[in-house]
Antibody, heavy 121, light 107 residues
């Protein structure tokens, strides 16, 4: 069974840091591009980072650029999101999501259950 | 960045109704348009990829159409388990962007 399991969320003060992990199983992790997507309370979905299968290509939206760092360890089948200089507006549920191959038009076909990050003093 | 606009933002419908949700891209995304369903406190679930291809295991009452900038998601006969929020997303270019969502509620 294909699975993505996030961990590492919690309560952090503004300006603080947190590292999310996403452990995967049931597929060849090193063959897939991966994403982090977040959802603030009562809001819609916001993509926050992308990393290619090899780790050589990375993208961020302006809202997190310079503060968040996506990485992966293909030997450990794991994806990470290092979040620094956290702000109140970063409060959200963070999902890791697998990107399907081009034949399936790069849809996000598998999602984790989410990890909650709360930024508050 | 490509902006995705969904309409309506919410709708009320009854079991058995036909429901249509629209999604418009600010520029052409060809057929790189995906639809997701999200129920409260749950992760999103892929319903349709490449504008019109049903993801494995998704009931055939769901269908998608469109290309370029205008897309629709239809549910032919709404079932109780379909009450949820639906999002479109373009995968044509980075950054990947989502529509604002359409909440389908029980009338």
């Amino acid at each position: 069974e294909v699975q993505l399991v996030e961990s590492g969320g919690g309560l952090v003060q503004p300006g603080g840091s947190l590292r999310l992990s996403c452990v995967t199983s049931g597929f060849t992790f090193s063959n897939y591009n991966m994403n982090w997507v977040r959802q603030a309370p009562g809001k819609g979905l916001e993509w926050v980072s992308y990393i290619s299968y090899s780790g050589s290509t990375i993208y961020y939206p302006d809202s997190v650029k310079g503060r968040f760092t996506i990485s992966r360890d293909n030997a450990k089948n794991s994806l990470y999101l290092q979040m620094n200089s956290l702000r109140d507006e970063d409060t959200a549920v963070y999902y890791c999501a697998r990107e399907s191959p081009k034949i399936y038009y790069y849809a996000m076909d598998v999602w984790g259950q989410g990890s909650t990050v709360t930024v508050s003093s | 960045d490509i902006q995705m606009t969904q309409s309506p933002s919410s709708l009320s419908a009854s079991v058995g109704d036909r429901v249509t949700i629209t999604c418009r891209a600010s520029q052409s995304v060809s057929s790189y348009l995906n639809w997701y369903q999200q129920k409260p406190e749950r992760a999103p679930k892929l319903l349709i990829h490449s504008a019109s291809s049903l993801q494995s295991g998704v009931p055939s009452r769901f269908s998608g159409s469109g290309s370029g900038t205008d897309f629709t998601l239809s549910i032919s006969s709404l079932q109780p388990e379909d009450f949820a929020t639906y999002y479109c997303q373009q995968s044509y270019s980075q950054p990947r962007t989502f529509g604002g969502g359409t909440k389908v509620e029980i009338k």
